[in-house]
């Protein structure tokens, strides 16, 4: 069988269906290999940004949150759509901010995700957040979720047992433990040493809140 390459697949005509606040919906016609051509819809999406807050070598912050299209609430990182000209990381401290009222003084980026290829162009960028501070900052309206604080051990177990479903959350979370375990454990245990700071992030979170 031939290799399959990206430069086999040629767009012939695309059409947009639909244009909202913050995604469209594209019909795109296409020739493959043997020329043979096909139709599919697609989403498109600016992309995203996922933040992985850690508090200290075996806590993170998580958020539980209300999804209207499944009308469940969710465990999950924070996370939030790149607005217009935004950068991903611009977008990691603004979203930190809004869903967690929490500020980081140290980001860095440890990969990129496709959530959903077969139907989206959405990529996701993945941050690990620390040094965090408690920050006053409004969420949108249309935003219902609480930040927890959760343990490494908890974050095992919950996905274990399916109680973590959010794929975003799960990845980010390999990723992110995966990275924490390496080198970047020593340079965090130096940079997460301001223990008031964290024990003020750890109360106002067991308060609802993490603002001033």
Known sequence: MAKITS????ILKRKSIFKGRIFSLDSIRMRGPHKKVFEHQVVQHPGAAVIIPVLDENHLICI?????????????????TLEKGESPLACARRELAEEVHCQARYFKKI???YPAPGISTELMHLYVAWSLTPALKD?????????????????????ARGV???????????YGKKFL?????????????????????KKRLRKGRCHG
Do not use: C
Request: proline share 3%; net charge positive.
């Open 181 to 201: 375990s390496s080198f970047f454990r020593k340079r965090l245990s130096k940079q997460t040493r301001n223990r008031s700071s964290n024990a003020e992030v």
């Open 7 to 10: 430069s086999q697949f040629r």
């Open 139 to 159: 969420r949108d309206h249309d935003e219902f979720l609480e930040p927890k604080v959760l343990s490494l051990s908890d974050f095992d177990r919950m996905i």
């Open 64 to 80: 539980r949150q209300f999804r209207s299209s499944i009308r469940r609430v969710l465990w999950e990182f924070p996370a939030g």
């Open 164 to 174: 973590i479903q959010d794929a975003k959350t799960v990845v980010g979370y390999f």
């Open 111 to 113: 990969g990129t995700i």
